[in-house]
């Protein structure tokens, strides 16, 4: 048995879980609605305020998707009742972070600022302190989405190991090499 896929979901409270037709999972909580189809082999049974995932069989396939389906499940719960958040750190001389709407626009030392239209299921905000490197922070409820928003964002500048210049998670931690020794 898995050891992920086995083990139940509890609702929080204001969440509610709903399977539909053609096993598509609908997940309705305080910050928005989230669908998902789930393979159909796979069963997802809501019962009082738990929700457990089973497979029909012993296949490798079956047990595949049976850990994956209950990770994805229990992530979309958590997106609906608290959301998840992403903070990038621009380290660099001259690099900068500023909202417009729904466009992110990044100064990282390249000749011309870059625009990244961020998709309506993001919110970021830009925080620039003086003396301290600017932060983007992102939001949204679905882990997937925001997760592949800021790895675009980290690939626009990815953080080079001798001067750890570039845009990297706040709190992640850079290896660095050594540069050249001077000759003698």
């Known amino acids: 048995m898995s050891r992920i896929g086995k083990l139940p979901i509890s609702l929080p409270a204001g969440v509610q879980v709903s399977v539909g037709a053609d096993n598509e999972v609908t997940v309705k909580g305080p910050k928005g609605t989230l669908t998902m189809p789930v393979d159909r082999d796979i069963a997802v049974d809501t019962a009082d305020s738990t929700i457990t995932v089973t497979r029909p069989t012993e296949q490798k396939r079956h047990k595949a998707m049976h850990g994956l389906y209950r990770s994805l499940i229990n992530n979309m719960i958590t997106g609906v009742s608290t959301g998840f958040e992403h903070k990038l750190e621009l380290v660099g001389v001259g690099y900068k972070a500023a909202m417009a ?12 600022n870059v625009f990244l239209a961020l998709p309506k299921e993001v919110t970021a905000t830009a925080v620039t302190e003086k003396g301290k490197n600017p932060i983007v922070t992102l939001n949204s409820i679905d882990k997937q989405l925001i997760g592949q928003v800021a790895a675009k964002i980290r690939s626009l500048r990815k953080v080079e190991p001798y001067k750890g210049k570039g845009v990297r998670f706040v709190g992640e931690q850079v290896r660095r090499k050594a540069g050249k020794t001077a000759s003698k």
């Open 101 to 112: 709407g729904t466009t992110l626009e990044l100064s990282l030392g390249y000749s011309h």
